[in-house]
């Protein structure tokens, strides 16, 4: 069992560019979500997804987009990278409500430079 | 005011001690409460979390909540220098369906 992979794990973009980080789960699990960590700020939640066909902003979502692509995948878009973008991102998924937690994957190390 | 806050540490404790974390939390709405640890350079991992008032112990792991202080513990007995780590404290509010971490506590097992 992968639980939740992302990918890339590391990725340098410069000022302007854009990307997709990919996020898979395979424990059939309705809610998935996107943080970034900064440290000293610990994690912030960019955007979540609920359940399928559904997505919804967090505490920092802007210059972010995603895309629930099907129940396993939820993609997060930097259209235009900015240095301020610089971080670790967090994919992680639960069962609705949270009850017993998220599981993170193992996270993208981004540099905006 | 944050939502979640804990003492961003290091704290220290000798090899075989009882290690204390705090977190307190602003949310009275708040239902649940989750510890989760974090190596450096890893991803958070799930250790705990704890619905009702009073203690709930798992291994050498014990999480204690007060919601009436707005408050939420985590002791770690027999302390072992792979326990160090980043500790997050997480809370879930009342009104709303996600996650709110404290930046997070870290613990240093010396020797």
């Known amino acids: 069992n992968a639980g939740v992979t992302q990918t890339p794990k590391f990725q340098v973009l410069k000022t302007g560019q854009s990307m997709t980080l990919q996020c898979a789960q395979d424990m059939n699990h309705n809610s998935m979500y996107w943080y970034r960590q900064d440290p000293g700020m610990g994690l912030r939640l960019i955007y979540y997804?609920?359940?399928?066909?559904?997505?919804d902003k967090g505490e920092v979502p802007n210059g972010y987009n995603v895309s629930r692509l099907n129940k396993r995948e939820f993609s997060l878009r930097l259209e235009s990278a900015a240095p301020s973008q610089t971080s670790v991102y967090f994919c992680?998924?639960?069962?609705?409500?949270?009850?017993?937690?998220?599981?993170f994957g193992s996270g993208t190390q981004l540099s905006v430079l | 005011q944050k939502e979640v806050e804990q003492n961003s540490g290091p704290l220290s404790v000798p090899e075989g001690a009882i290690a204390s974390l705090n977190c307190t939390y602003s949310?009275?709405?708040?239902?649940?409460f989750f510890w989760y640890r974090q190596y450096s350079g890893k991803s958070p991992e799930l250790i705990m979390f704890i619905y009702s008032n009073g203690d709930k112990e798992d291994g050498r792991f014990t999480a204690q909540l007060n919601k009436a202080s707005q408050y939420v513990s985590l002791l770690i007995r027999d302390s072992q220098p792979s326990d160090s780590a980043t500790y997050l404290c997480?809370?879930?509010?009342?009104?709303?369906?996600?996650?709110?971490f404290g930046a997070g506590t870290r613990l240093a097992v010396h020797p």
């Open positions: 949310d009275r709405g708040s239902q649940s």
């Open positions: 992680a998924s639960s069962e609705p409500r949270q009850l017993e937690g998220l599981f």
């Open positions: 997480a809370v879930l509010s009342g009104g709303y369906n996600k996650l709110i």
């Open positions: 997804s609920a359940s399928e066909g559904t997505t």
